[in-house]
Nanobody
């Protein structure tokens, strides 16, 4: 079993920045064996991939809507994945979830993620 705890969400004005963190824990969980991702879900919309990173930070993928503004990173020693969000827009408002992939390589497929955090709210005011 894996527990994921997100933090760093909040209310920010358009153009501002936030940094989300997600710390993983689990008695038999080896963090650096797995790719990680951030998803988000806005009211009335489906959950969508924001960014994903492979096991050693060698490859990353982003949603087109956040490219150039968001950066995903991970610190395997701290068993934590981050999402730096800059130039935030009102349309970035959503609950943000981190997730653990089933394997070491990043993937855009929702079904390839086994464990999910509870989510952290990000609200961007105009």
């Amino acid at each position: 079993q894996v527990q994921l705890v997100e933090s760093g969400g909040g209310l920010v004005q358009a153009g501002g920045s936030l940094r989300l963190s997600c710390e993983a824990a689990g008695r038999t969980f080896t963090f650096d064996n797995y790719a990680m991702a951030w998803f988000r879900q806005a009211p009335g919309k489906e959950r969508e991939l924001v960014a994903t990173i492979n096991w050693n930070s060698g490859t990353k993928q982003y949603a087109d809507s956040v490219k150039g503004r968001f950066t995903i990173s991970r610190d395997n020693a701290k068993i934590t994945v981050y999402l730096q969000m800059n130039s935030l827009k009102p349309e970035d408002t959503a609950i943000y979830y981190c997730a653990v992939a089933k394997g070491p390589w990043e993937t855009r497929s929702f079904n390839e993620y086994d464990y999910w955090g509870q989510g952290t709210q990000v609200t961007v005011s105009s």
